[in-house]
C-alpha cells in the first residue's frame, strides 16, 4: 500500500525532487517514486497512475521542467488530486514549465506549487493525507508548531543583537518621528 505517487518526467529532475523524498521520508508516509515522461513514455504514465490508485494512492506528486505536461496528463488519467512541480531547466529557467503547470484548461485541476518547490509539493500532500489520517495531522500540527518555534527564536536573536525590546518600540512609534 502507498500514499502517495510522485512522478518525474526525468531523472535529471531529482535534484528538484529529493526536497519532496526528504519531506515523505520525515513524515513516514509510504510512497511510490518514478522517472515517468508524458511525451517519452505515455503508456508507462497511464499505467503507473492505475497501479497507484490499485496500490491506495490519494495523491499524486509530478514534477516536470520545460514543456511540462506530465501533471496535466496525469490529471487526465485520474480523479485524485494531483500537485505539479514546475522545475527550472536551461532555456527559459523555469517559467515555461510554470505557465505549462498551472494554467491547465477548465475541467482537469492540477494544484501547482512555487518554481522548483517540491517541498511545499509534499507538504500539500500530507495535508490532503491529513484529511483522513490522523497520525498525519498530528506530525503536521507538530510541524507548524516547531516551525512557529524556530521563527520566534530568530525574532528573539535579533531583538538581543540590534535592539532591546523598549527600543524597537519607541522607535515604532509614530509620535516619536513628528
Ligand atoms: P532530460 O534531462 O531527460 O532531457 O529532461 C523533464 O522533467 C526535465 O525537466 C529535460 C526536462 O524534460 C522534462 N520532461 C517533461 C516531460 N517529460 C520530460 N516535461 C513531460 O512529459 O511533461
Redesign the pocket.
Known sequence: MIDVLML??????LEFMEAAIHELDAAGVPYAMHV?????T?HR?EQLVKDAERDGAKVIIA?????????G?IASHSMLPVIGVP?P?LGLGGFD?LL?TVQMPRGVPVATVGLGNAGNAALLALQILALSDERVRGYMLDARASMREKVVAKDEKLQARFMTKNDFAAKADPANHK
Open positions: 518525474m518526467g526525468s531523472d535529471s529532475d515517468a515522461s508524458a511525451h517519452r505515455p504514465v514534477g516536470a521542467g520545460g514543456a511540462a505536461h506530465l501533471a496528463v522545475l531547466t514549465a505549462a
